[in-house]
T-cell receptor, first 117, second 111 residues
Framework: GAVVSQHPSWVICKSGTSVKIECRSLDFQATTMFWYRQFPKQSLMLMATSNEGSKATYEQGVEKDKFLINHASLTLSTLTVTSAHPEDSSFYIC?????????????FGEGSWLTVV | DAKTTQPNSMESNEEEPVHLPCNHSTISGTDYIHWYRQLPSQGPEYVIHGLTSNVNNRMASLAIAEDRKSSTLILHRATLRDAAVYYCILSGDTGRRALTFGSGTRLQVQP
């Protein structure tokens, strides 16, 4: 089946620095990718929708200047957490539909653990 | 997207069938029923999805009520590796709109 891969699986960074998380669709092209955040014992919360070749769409309450999303190609979207703070520590997950249209399948990456110290 | 209702938790014994229910009384005619599961510290894993007819695949079966207001995910023989949070999600256009996750059902499998 289709595979979505994230890198890194986990990262520790110092407060105030920036960290980039990559999301790749390995065997299909994704014009759209979705980024989620999940805090411990909570469900996934959508952060933004990444669109290839155009600006990302952010959910209410998500700071676009803090969570920079770039979807430069049909197989790669990146999320950069800028000026990270301990409260940004979370599990970040990306996903992508395997094709446009109704009834298709959305595949998820393995997730990336971010710890800000 | 229409809302779904699932029990918070369920328990099962290993090698026994498990029936995970989901109510979605406000489902629209174009909504597909998707099931995903999430193991600890992993991203969600696709299980199965359907529109009107029952569906079977290697992982599970999906039984959809005739009025589509409820569905049941069936794991035919639970294993310890099936212990996870199972999410029932409705979506009419997964090509453009993200899936909205509720709290799901936490399945515990006892040896």
């Amino acid at each position: 089946g289709a595979v979505v891969s994230q890198h890194p699986s986990w990262v520790i960074c110092k407060s105030g620095t920036s960290v980039k998380i990559e999301c790749r669709s390995l065997d299909f092209q994704a014009t759209t990718m979705f980024w989620y955040r999940q805090f411990p014992k909570q469900s996934l919360m959508l952060m933004a929708t990444s669109n290839e070749g155009s600006k990302a769409t952010y959910e209410q309450g998500v700071e676009k200047d803090k969570f920079l999303i770039n979807h430069a190609s049909l197989t790669l979207s990146t999320l950069t957490v800028t000026s990270a703070h301990p409260e940004d520590s979370s599990f970040y997950i990306c996903s992508a539909p395997d094709r446009v249209g109704s009834g298709n399948t959305i595949y998820f990456g393995e997730g990336s653990w971010l710890t800000v110290v | 997207d229409a809302k779904t209702t699932q029990p918070n938790s369920m328990e099962s014994n290993e090698e026994e069938p498990v029936h995970l229910p989901c109510n979605h009384s406000t489902i629209s005619g174009t909504d597909y029923i998707h099931w995903y599961r999430q193991l600890p510290s992993q991203g969600p894993e696709y299980v199965i999805h359907g529109l009107t007819s029952n569906v079977n695949n290697r992982m599970a079966s999906l039984a959809i009520a005739e009025d589509r207001k409820s569905s049941t995910l069936i794991l035919h023989r639970a294993t310890l590796r099936d212990a996870a949070v199972y999410y029932c999600i409705l979506s009419g256009d997964t090509g453009r709109r993200a899936l909205t996750f509720g709290s799901g059902t936490r399945l515990q499998v006892q040896p």
